[in-house]
């Protein structure tokens, strides 16, 4: 099994990326959706986090003048991370403006049957 | 649903369930009504009326559709015999809810075979043959079905592979990891040398990599901006038609304790946003979060006092000039240094004692311009999001 179990974390994220693919695929509705994909946005951010940190070692906060760096975490995720946030809200609010003009288009925000006949038909 | 809606019937009870005995046949023309509107005023008065009824049919299609098409068979033999009968007595169906299923799906009824009757003023489209739809319909629902699977499958086998892969990771939180290799320790050690500030992270993201921190607070102007001009249409409908704001998003909400609570909690909470800002090379923090902090502020107030007490200090416009002046202030600043230090000029800019605030050269006037890209696109996205009126 390897380091299965003492990476949890990278597991949980990794577990959690899975289930925020598979509610973005299978959900028919668009707010669903949009909950999936910041399910796996989550889910990267844990596993950076997780990539980053050392045990036993302090924030990446120079403290004293000390610069040695066997004593503080790898900062180079932290800032992966927050790259991520950001590019994951901007991506939120554009997928729910765009699944606002869904609604007002089709009244429903379900991609389902009705929106898909009336996709299907609607250019005559 | 739009002829019902014409004919100003709103007493149906389980819209639902006329779905589901009427799915497969809706002319989507009658369905989406805006569809065929142009985008300026007309599809207002469609879109209000209809939203009521539209807004309960949530789920199940496939399943509906299925039911509706081992039912429709017989259900359109007894249309059939139903409409000389119909037509005899069409007075005589009131505007109650019940008799509307008939009602619609004698407006389904091929053209041809009988007169439109008096609940369908305007002439029923010509459709195809129900024959076809059905087929349709069921193909569409097993492709659904073993989309679905297929889906699921996908997610498992990922998942399996995914786990495998997390086996053969290297050890959790050890100080051997390939992750921990000489660019970190290059930051941490030399960093405080070359940036002055003592947080890392923020020597890292505005000076080592300034260039990408400009990329994501333009990333979030984009988005802004986007948002902007997606819902752009509907609030100019907004003024222009009868739904203005409402009153809870003019002036706050109604609960006196909310308004009193948050009243004194503000400007706590704006001060260790811009307390989290301009400390940001100096302890956890920084543009990014004190920006959010911030901007939870602001919303916090529109929250509270609504539009009324926000527009003082922050519009969607205002927000919009702020993020730019920012964006371009930010721009000029790392010009600067970018240019002094490929050319090897002495830059002006001293760095100070490291841990002091005025420290670290351009990082504070940096996450200054990143709090205030991330605060009013904060701002800016909630008012729009709430300006946006369905009903």
């Not at chain 2, 004194?264 to 302890?283: C, D, E, K, Q, T």
């Not at chain 2, 991330?374 to 946006?388: A, G, I, K, R």
């Given at each position: 099994?390897?380091?299965?179990?003492?990476?949890?974390?990278?597991?949980?994220?990794?577990?959690?990326?899975?289930?925020?693919?598979?509610?973005?695929?299978?959900?028919?509705?668009?707010?669903?959706?949009?909950?999936?994909?910041?399910?796996?946005?989550?889910?990267?951010?844990?596993?950076?986090?997780?990539?980053?940190?050392?045990?036993?070692?302090?924030?990446?906060?120079?403290?004293?003048?000390?610069?040695?760096?066997?004593?503080?975490?790898?900062?180079i995720p932290s800032g992966l991370?927050?790259?991520?946030?950001?590019?994951?809200?901007?991506?939120?609010?554009?997928?729910?403006?765009?699944?606002?003009?869904?609604?007002?288009?089709?009244?429903?925000?379900?991609?389902?049957?009705?929106?898909?006949?009336?996709?299907?038909?609607?250019?005559? | 649903?739009?002829?019902?809606?014409?004919?100003?019937?709103?007493?149906?009870?389980?819209?639902?369930?006329?779905?589901?005995?009427?799915?497969?046949?809706?002319?989507?023309?009658?369905?989406?009504?805006?569809?065929?509107?142009?985008?300026?005023?007309?599809?207002?008065?469609?879109?209000?009326?209809?939203?009521?009824?539209?807004?309960?049919?949530?789920?199940?299609?496939?399943?509906?559709?299925?039911?509706?098409?081992?039912?429709?068979?017989h259900a359109h033999e007894e249309?059939?015999?139903?409409?000389?009968?119909?037509?005899?007595?069409?007075?005589?169906?009131?505007?109650?809810?019940?008799?509307?299923?008939?009602?619609?799906?004698?407006?389904?009824?091929?053209?041809?075979?009988?007169?439109?009757?008096?609940?369908?003023?305007?002439?029923?489209?010509?459709?195809?043959?129900?024959?076809?739809?059905?087929?349709?319909?069921?193909?569409?629902?097993?492709?659904?079905?073993?989309?679905?699977?297929?889906?699921?499958?996908?997610?498992?086998?990922?998942?399996?592979?995914?786990?495998?892969?997390?086996?053969?990771?290297?050890?959790?939180?050890?100080?051997?990891?390939?992750?921990?290799?000489?660019?970190?320790?290059?930051?941490?050690?030399?960093?405080?040398?070359?940036?002055?500030?003592?947080?890392?992270?923020?020597?890292?993201?505005?000076?080592?990599?300034?260039?990408?921190?400009?990329?994501?607070?333009?990333?979030?102007?984009?988005?802004?901006?986007?948002?902007?001009?997606?819902?752009?249409?509907?609030?100019?409908?907004?003024?222009?038609?009868?739904?203005g704001s409402t009153e809870a998003?003019?002036?706050?909400?109604?609960?006196?304790?909310?308004?009193?609570?948050?009243?004194?909690?503000?400007?706590?909470?704006?001060?260790?946003?811009?307390?989290?800002?301009?400390?940001?090379?100096?302890?956890?923090?920084?543009?990014?979060?004190?920006?959010?902090?911030?901007?939870?502020?602001?919303?916090?107030?529109?929250?509270?006092?609504?539009?009324?007490?926000?527009?003082?200090?922050?519009?969607?416009?205002?927000?919009?000039?702020?993020?730019?002046?920012?964006?371009?202030?930010?721009?000029?600043?790392?010009?600067?240094?970018?240019?002094?230090?490929?050319?090897?000029?002495?830059?002006?800019?001293?760095?100070?004692?490291?841990?002091?605030?005025?420290?670290?050269?351009?990082?504070?006037?940096?996450?200054?311009?990143?709090?205030?890209?991330?605060?009013?696109?904060?701002?800016?996205?909630?008012?729009?999001?709430?300006?946006?009126?369905?009903?």
């Amino acid at each position: 099994m390897g380091n299965l179990f003492s990476n949890y974390y990278e597991l949980a994220s990794m577990l959690l990326f899975v289930v925020g693919f598979l509610i973005l695929l299978i959900q028919r509705n668009l707010i669903k959706k949009i909950i999936g994909l910041n399910i796996m946005d989550t889910s990267v951010f844990l596993f950076l986090a997780a990539k980053g940190y050392i045990a036993g070692r302090m924030s990446p906060i120079i403290r004293d003048g000390v610069t040695d760096a066997s004593r503080y975490i790898n900062p180079i995720p932290s800032g992966l991370v927050l790259t991520g946030i950001v590019v994951a809200v901007s991506t939120t609010a554009f997928a729910l403006a765009l699944a606002l003009r869904w609604y007002q288009q089709y009244n429903s925000l379900e991609v389902d049957w009705t929106t898909l006949k009336h996709l299907l038909k609607g250019e005559k | 649903m739009g002829i019902i809606s014409d004919k100003g019937k709103k007493t149906l009870t389980s819209f639902s369930d006329w779905v589901s005995a009427n799915s497969p046949d809706i002319p989507a023309e009658v369905v989406y009504p805006p569809k065929k509107d142009d985008h300026g005023h007309g599809h207002d008065d469609h879109g209000h009326d209809d939203h009521g009824g539209h807004g309960h049919d949530d789920h199940g299609h496939d399943d509906h559709c299925e039911a509706a098409h081992a039912d429709e068979t017989h259900a359109h033999e007894e249309v059939l015999h139903e409409e000389p009968l119909k037509e005899a007595s069409h007075e005589e169906p009131a505007a109650e809810a019940p008799q509307e299923e008939p009602a619609a799906e004698a407006v389904e009824a091929p053209a041809a075979e009988a007169p439109p009757p008096i609940e369908a003023p305007e002439p029923a489209k010509p459709e195809e043959p129900v024959s076809e739809e059905a087929k349709l319909c069921a193909e569409v629902g097993a492709i659904e079905r073993s989309y679905r699977a297929v889906a699921t499958i996908c997610g498992i086998m990922l998942a399996l592979i995914l786990v495998v892969t997390v086996a053969l990771l290297p050890k959790f939180g050890m100080a051997n990891n390939p992750t921990v290799n000489e660019v970190s320790r290059r930051y941490l050690e030399e960093g405080i040398k070359d940036t002055g500030a003592v947080n890392t992270v923020a020597g890292m993201i505005l000076d080592y990599r300034a260039f990408d921190t400009l990329g994501e607070s333009i990333v979030l102007f984009t988005a802004t901006i986007t948002v902007i001009f997606l819902l752009q249409q509907s609030r100019r409908k907004d003024n222009e038609g009868k739904i203005g704001s409402t009153e809870a998003n003019l002036s706050g909400v109604r609960s006196l304790p909310a308004k009193v609570i948050i009243r004194i909690a503000l400007p706590f909470s704006l001060l260790y946003g811009i307390y989290v800002v301009i400390n940001g090379h100096l302890s956890p923090g920084g543009g990014f979060s004190g920006g959010t902090i911030i901007g939870a502020s602001l919303i916090l107030s529109h929250l509270a006092f609504g539009e009324r007490f926000t527009k003082r200090f922050a519009t969607v416009d205002g927000c919009s000039k702020v993020m730019v002046a920012a964006l371009l202030v930010y721009m000029g600043l790392k010009t600067y240094s970018v240019y002094t230090g490929a050319n090897g000029i002495e830059s002006i800019i001293p760095l100070g004692t490291p841990g002091s605030i005025l420290s670290a050269g351009l990082i504070f006037p940096l996450n200054i311009c990143v709090g205030l890209v991330v605060s009013c696109t904060m701002f800016t996205l909630y008012s729009l999001f709430t300006d946006w009126k369905i009903s």
